[in-house]
């Protein structure tokens, strides 16, 4: 980030960063630079230069790749969840153990908003949140979260920062006037979209202040308000909560746009151990806190395949790596959307597209490599017109 503010400057970020008090290592910026040009956001060489990419990641609050995240949540259309999705990945987990409840049961309702990935989980969590905030008020959302083993002050924390992401998404072009978050706008209001989003989450009412009830309210709550317990506890039906499992399945584009680099392979379903290219023959393996942690249940009557994965970070302990926040892959969406510096020596050919030096992309059929190449291509193609029509509309055209 500091590499493209430095460019947008018109500064070379070797030179500029230099001068610093404690300037970082050359090798380092060398990296954050290559980083960039791989993502299409400037152009390097002796005078590095924005491409439009870069343009647009410049004005968002954003680490670059979570930036472009963002960008290709634009050219989906989906920029409500797009939000949601980057607030509720990495960070603290909105999901919680309830004193007397065991890890395994606690896991068991956070795969109930999904079971394959963690961030969408959080994610999910968050709209359905702000749902029952819109139909039901604050104090059924607090009761509504309590029984989903969810923390309410960190969904109404990461529901304002969504909206705050929302609203820096609109000034950068990428969130349109009158688009689809519109409609969850506040009638005669004519602040932008994301403002209507935190009037509808109620921050206006003080839900960012949301404190834990005591044990003495919960049984108040529980002697007096049964019928609001009762009608607060189910997941909502409907609204920005309930995705289609098509569409959950292609949005894990945006994950592997935002940690284009951060793969893990389980090469045998039965076994918990994961490979990934940071740590190299280092024992790796899932959080136990994840949605895709190992269960040896699950992994006996399992195929034998090999299970891809994307997370956003790996915390060391005792020596053995913990892959966080992990979100399971199928082969296509590994092809299409991961790796951050692919190698293409000829896919038109039939020769496998290689990926961060990690992941082989191999097919028997020359046309199926051939496609796979354009489509990588194309994808890339469309970022960078996302990007354009992203530039015009922060400048005020249509």
Avoid: H
Wanted: with cysteine; charged share 25%.
């Amino acid at each position: 980030q500091t590499c493209l503010q430095a460019v947008a400057l018109g500064r070379d970020p070797r030179r500029f960063l230099a001068q610093a008090p404690d300037p970082p290592s050359d090798e380092s910026v060398e990296a954050a630079m290559q980083e960039l040009v791989s993502i299409e956001a400037m152009v390097g060489g002796d005078q590095p230069q924005l491409l439009p990419i870069g343009e647009v990641l410049v004005r968002l609050p954003l680490e670059p790749l979570l930036g472009r995240a963002a960008l290709l949540g634009a050219l989906l259309g989906e920029q409500e969840l797009t939000a949601a999705l980057l607030v509720s990945t990495g960070g603290r987990s909105p999901f919680q153990i309830p004193k007397g409840m065991s890890r395994e049961q606690a896991l068991t309702r956070q795969r109930e908003f999904c079971g394959w990935s963690d961030a969408l989980a959080a994610a999910r969590a968050l709209l359905c949140w702000e749902e029952v905030v819109r139909r039901e008020g604050d104090s059924s959302a607090v009761i509504w979260a309590k029984t989903k083993s969810l923390s309410p002050v960190q969904l109404a924390a990461l529901s304002r920062a969504k909206a705050q992401l929302m609203r820096d998404m609109r000034r950068s072009g990428l969130l349109p006037t009158g688009g689809a978050i519109a409609v969850r706008a506040i009638e005669g209001s004519e602040d932008d979209a994301a403002a209507a989003v935190l009037e509808v989450v109620g921050e206006a009412a003080g839900v960012m202040d949301i404190e834990e009830e005591d044990e003495e309210e919960e049984e108040e709550e529980g002697r007096g308000g049964a019928s609001s317990r009762q009608a607060s506890t189910a997941t909502p039906a409907g609204g920005m909560g309930s995705l289609d499992a098509a569409k959950e399945q292609l949005l894990v584009a945006l994950l592997c746009s935002a940690f284009p680099a951060s793969l893990a392979i389980r090469p045998r379903r039965s076994t918990p151990q994961c490979r990934t290219k940071a740590m190299g023959k280092r024992v790796v393996m899932i959080s136990p806190g994840s949605v895709n942690s190992w269960q040896e249940k699950a992994a006996a009557a399992s195929d034998t395949a090999p299970q891809w994965y994307v997370y956003d970070e790996i915390v060391v302990v005792g020596g053995r790596g913990y892959l966080q926040g992990t979100t399971a892959l199928e082969d296509w969406q590994l092809a299409m959307f991961a790796g951050l510096k692919s190698k293409d020596p000829g896919s038109s050919e039939g020769k496998p597209i290689e990926l961060d030096g990690f992941v082989s992309l191999r097919s028997g059929s020359t046309t199926t490599s051939r496609v796979l190449g354009l489509l990588r291509q194309e994808l890339n193609d469309a970022l960078n017109w996302q990007a354009l029509v992203a530039l015009r509309r922060a400048a005020g055209g249509s």
